[in-house]
């Protein structure tokens, strides 16, 4: 059976397995065995949340904690599910100031070779300085007056970078939707544990078109890869804001 | 004095050094010092808790935070200091679920290693589908509907893998006692900051055989492995739970 | 313009640039674009808090979190911004207590290869046991009767170690001073999410000389490096702690 989970392996729709299952057979048969029952036949086979998108979710985790051991074959994996090098690379990028510049600065080589190994070029790439989204005015001016006032006697040059990098600038760059954006932020902040940034966090992600069904499965998801502990502190909060849009 | 440091450090019941006291003195005097005068000569050889338990606790918090720099050194002297290579692979696998899948997997590498080495083969290691411990029915449905009630709103795939990946199949495998179980859900929530949820998990601790002396003395090994401030925001929290059984 | 931010990486006063601008230019082309406007142009040249604090509170954050990818570069550029050798020991070794051991521990090998290069030995670095700075009597006693009755009843090992390791011994080393010494635990706090922590400590560091500018500064340079998540979260405990001091 090990060797069938790692023919499987290698088909394009199938998840990220790394450790190789022979590995995981050598020094931890039970483990073995949730990673074909509950992760490849279960968790990644199931409705509610795109394949594609559990990539994204996985990916954003990996990247934003520093896991970079297997990240190459997380990496393959994700672009075989579809997520193109453009949005992958994004990802990384959008998670340099939601996860901390150094995590995705690790993530850079992985990068580089998965990249090299399948011809990406600087055209299949998102532009430094791309034409950016049209911003909304006014929900980037509450945005603003709510962090200037919040923050504002602490650090202006945090609240000037908040505007100018992320939001006026970030946010807008047109190679990851902003519905994919907000999906990997509100996986960097479960996966960090920052629950109190989920509310705005969550909120804009549905106001970008994330379902509650996908919201309920990323939760599934990084149950098994962030750990269920930080997704039991963040789902009540979770819950809250699912409640109040109803 | 560096010289007898690294000598002890051979001897199977003293703790784990990495990197050694030749790398330490070179570059951090002090550090050197803290680790023969503090670690080495103190913690490790305080009563209150066995070597045994020090280990699986240094062990869960490496595993589960991802530091595998040294891994294969702590592995072997925990493997010297009684664990079995079967708990050994149980911790392991259980971190999946508590500290995040890819964790867990990042040890599988150190593992092939240091089992290899000591010739630590399949007939030692627990079955992937072994028989599992009796489960405690009264107890397993007042968690299911507690889980139920707080989270099924939320994501109802969270709360189905909840009991049947983790509560009524990984916590009734029986490589690994509940009780050593409990020590290395505890460390992994303190190691990771997750507080929300020590109540019930301690309380379970508790329950399947850990005394108060022990949560004591373990929250003194994770205040020199996991760092003096995710033990002080978890020891309020513990404080109620021991004030509540009194 | 990827050559010319190559080439200013290389002068004393320019920031940490790792992955290479070449790297990031292949992979990442809007984060290569971030790193040179914003971290380079930006950040690093700001008014509010030296260069070398900021290499101080990045390298803290860096070594804190185990992120050692990089770590070389990172400790060279900030030799060159002029910490030296011995508070770069020093800050690895507060660490050691305030991050964990081993994230220390995995910072000893890129410090040896560091300190090699450049012919760092012995008299360069401070004694195991130096004379200590002199001790704050009612501070301490204030301190440690806080200490003894919160967490007392939990671990009287963890009390004991507070007490004679951290207070009375690792904060009186004179290799760096207290003032730098909080700025490192400030920024081991925001970095791990321990926000309950912050208000002893951040009142220790004003106490101990970081001005209001400063800690501002130090919120926006772990913004980028810690991620904002981790600053939001943060913040608002900061500032009640800058208000109660107004």
């Known amino acids: 059976s090990a060797a069938s989970a790692s023919a499987s392996a290698t088909t394009t729709t199938s ?40 990539h994204l979710v996985t990916l954003a985790h990996l990247v934003g904690s520093g896991q970079t051991q297997h990240l190459t074959t997380y990496l393959e994996d994700a672009l075989d599910a579809g997520l193109t090098p453009a949005e992958v690379s994004e990802t990384v990028t959008h998670l340099a100031f939601y996860s901390g510049w150094e995590n995705a600065a690790s993530a850079v080589g992985p990068l580089q070779e998965v990249f090299a190994a399948r011809g990406v070029s600087a055209q299949d790439l998102p532009a430094a300085s791309p034409d950016l989204l049209p911003l909304d005015q006014a929900a980037e001016a509450a945005r603003a007056e709510q962090v200037q006032s919040t923050y504002g006697e602490v650090s202006q040059g ?89």
Do not use: C
């Open 15 to 54: 998840p990220a397995t790394s450790p190789s299952a022979d590995a995981l057979e050598q020094v931890a048969p039970g483990l073995a065995r949730y990673q074909r029952e509950d992760l490849e036949e279960g968790l990644w086979a199931r409705p509610g949340l795109a394949a594609r998108d559990r």
């Open 158 to 246: 945090v609240v000037d970078s908040t505007g100018e990098v992320l939001f006026r600038d970030l946010w807008l760059r047109p190679d990851l939707a902003p519905r994919d954006r907000s999906l990997v932020t509100v996986t960097a902040l479960v996966s960090s544990g920052q629950v109190q940034q989920i509310p705005f966090h969550l909120g804009r992600a549905m106001d970008n078109g994330l379902t509650e069904a996908e919201v309920g499965e990323t939760m599934h998801q990084l149950a098994f890869y962030a750990g269920w502990p930080k997704v039991f502190s963040a789902m009540p909060t979770v819950g809250e804001v699912l409640a109040a849009r109803r």
